[in-house]
């Protein structure tokens, strides 16, 4: 069965899936595209022979749409999910699932009423080949009991002229709030959050030092004007041993008493397999119903809302914020059990 795409969303992550389901994907068929714009989505679509449209409800409504993929602006990504699961159509959305963790509980309620899991969230980085061996050496026994994890997360310069300090926490480090706890298998119990300030006035670092219910501490670096290049890093430390994330390297200059490698202007080379994986396993959740081991799904969005929520708290307040969670509904424990 070829499964036909719906994309609503034609900006930078629309263009992005787009290219990945037309060309990389040959169980997928990019169907149509729908955006605000109405020349932005006749452009991408063009680009891949689909059609195009301005009507996201009727993209969601339409026979010959098997699937849908929703890359628009975050506060408009629960309720299109919710829409998709009215029309009882499996969904892919990019991060995060919301900006405030009482309309993520909306769209888990929704989702548990319909009695089957069709949202995945787009927490791609659970398939960067480097977090997941991260994770399988923890799992594996090869650096003991996980102690800490250090995260930087970087990018050249803020996406939007009215990015701020809290952006970085609801837009950026969902991320890592859920690469974390997807490479840990812990969940969060408080988070305190910093922010220097930078000479050109422009948005600063945020450094969050988060706990973990097993004890464990993680700090996350975002710093969305690092001026350099994109830059994830990563380390778990453990007991009798430590892992660092690896970003691929295809070749280094050595030249004049000096030894050069690139960065990437943003994260869609660093991650541009992990996207691919991603909907790859979308495309076979669609198919076959079962959902993908490694996805993210409605309850990892919820979670990572609620700790953005307690760094943004944090971040104003100037105090360590309790991250409190509702228990985690059996429906969503299905996957793991
Ligand atoms: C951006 O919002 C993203 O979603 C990217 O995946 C992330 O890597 C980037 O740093 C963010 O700013």
Same mark, same amino acid.
């Given at each position: 069965?070829?499964?036909?795409?719906?994309?609503?969303?034609?900006?930078? !992550?629309?263009?992005?899936?787009?290219?990945?389901?037309?060309? +990389?994907? %040959?169980?997928?068929?990019?169907?149509?595209? @729908?955006?605000?714009?109405?020349?932005?989505?006749?452009?991408?679509?063009?680009?891949?022979?689909?059609? $195009?449209?301005?009507?996201?409800? $009727?993209?969601?409504?339409?026979?010959?749409?098997?699937?849908?993929?929703?890359?628009?602006?975050?506060?408009?990504?629960? %309720?299109?999910?919710?829409?998709?699961?009215?029309?009882?159509? %499996? @969904?892919?959305? #990019?991060?995060?699932?919301?900006?405030?963790?009482?309309?993520?509980?909306?769209? !888990?309620?929704?989702?548990?009423?319909?009695?089957?899991?069709?949202?995945?969230?787009?927490?791609?980085?659970?398939?960067?080949?480097?977090?997941?061996?991260?994770?399988?050496?923890?799992?594996?026994?090869?650096?003991?009991?996980?102690? !800490? !994890?250090?995260?930087?997360?970087?990018?050249?310069?803020?996406?939007?002229?009215?990015?701020?300090?809290?952006?970085?926490?609801?837009?950026?480090?969902?991320?890592?709030?859920?690469?974390? *706890?997807?490479?840990?298998? /812990?969940?969060?119990?408080?988070?305190?959050?910093?922010?220097?300030?930078?000479?050109?006035?422009?948005?600063?670092?945020?450094?969050?030092?988060?706990?973990? +219910?097993?004890?464990?501490?993680?700090?996350? #670096?975002?710093?969305?004007?690092?001026?350099?290049?994109?830059?994830?890093?990563?380390?778990?430390?453990?007991? /009798?041993?430590?892992?660092?994330?690896?970003?691929?390297?295809?070749?280094?200059?050595?030249?004049?008493?000096?030894?050069?490698?690139?960065?990437?202007?943003?994260?869609?080379?660093?991650?541009?397999?992990?996207? *691919?994986?991603?909907?790859? $396993?979308?495309?076979?959740? @669609?198919?076959?119903?079962?959902?993908?081991?490694?996805?993210?799904?409605?309850?990892?969005?919820?979670?990572?809302?609620?700790?953005?929520?307690?760094?943004?708290?944090?971040?104003?307040?100037?105090?360590?914020?309790?991250? #409190?969670?509702?228990?985690?509904?059996?429906?969503? *424990?299905?996957?793991?059990?």
């Amino acid at each position: 069965m070829t499964v036909r795409i719906g994309i609503i969303g034609a900006g930078i !992550m629309g263009a992005d899936h787009a290219k990945i389901f037309a060309e +990389d994907l %040959p169980g997928a068929e990019l169907r149509l595209v @729908v955006d605000a714009s109405a020349d932005r989505a006749e452009t991408l679509a063009r680009a891949y022979g689909a059609g $195009a449209g301005t009507d996201a409800d $009727a993209l969601i409504a339409r026979a010959d749409i098997d699937a849908v993929l929703i890359a628009s602006p975050d506060f408009t990504h629960a %309720p299109l999910t919710k829409a998709c699961l009215a029309a009882g159509k %499996p @969904v892919l959305c #990019e991060k995060p699932l919301s900006p405030l963790s009482s309309e993520c509980l909306e769209v !888990m309620a929704a989702e548990e009423a319909s009695g089957r899991q069709s949202v995945q969230l787009g927490f791609m980085r659970r398939y960067d080949q480097s977090y997941q061996e991260m994770r399988g050496a923890l799992r594996d026994g090869l650096i003991g009991r996980a102690v !800490m !994890m250090h995260n930087f997360h970087r990018n050249v310069e803020n996406p939007a002229a009215d990015f701020t300090a809290d952006m970085a926490i609801t837009n950026s480090a969902p991320h890592e709030f859920d690469a974390t *706890r997807f490479v840990l298998g /812990t969940d969060y119990v408080a988070v305190t959050a910093f922010s220097p300030q930078l000479a050109s006035g422009r948005v600063g670092p945020v450094v969050m030092v988060l706990e973990t +219910d097993q004890g464990q501490v993680v700090t996350i #670096e975002v710093n969305n004007n690092a001026a350099y290049g994109y830059d994830v890093r990563g380390e778990l430390v453990g007991e /009798t041993g430590a892992v660092s994330l690896s970003a691929p390297l295809h070749s280094r200059i050595d030249r004049g008493l000096q030894q050069v490698t690139t960065y990437a202007a943003d994260w869609r080379p660093r991650f541009a397999e992990a996207y *691919r994986r991603q909907n790859r $396993a979308f495309i076979d959740f @669609v198919r076959s119903g079962v959902f993908p081991a490694d996805g993210a799904n409605a309850w990892d969005g919820y979670a990572a809302s609620v700790i953005a929520e307690a760094g943004v708290t944090s971040l104003k307040e100037g105090r360590r914020v309790v991250v #409190e969670m509702i228990a985690q509904p059996d429906f969503y *424990r299905k996957r793991t059990d």
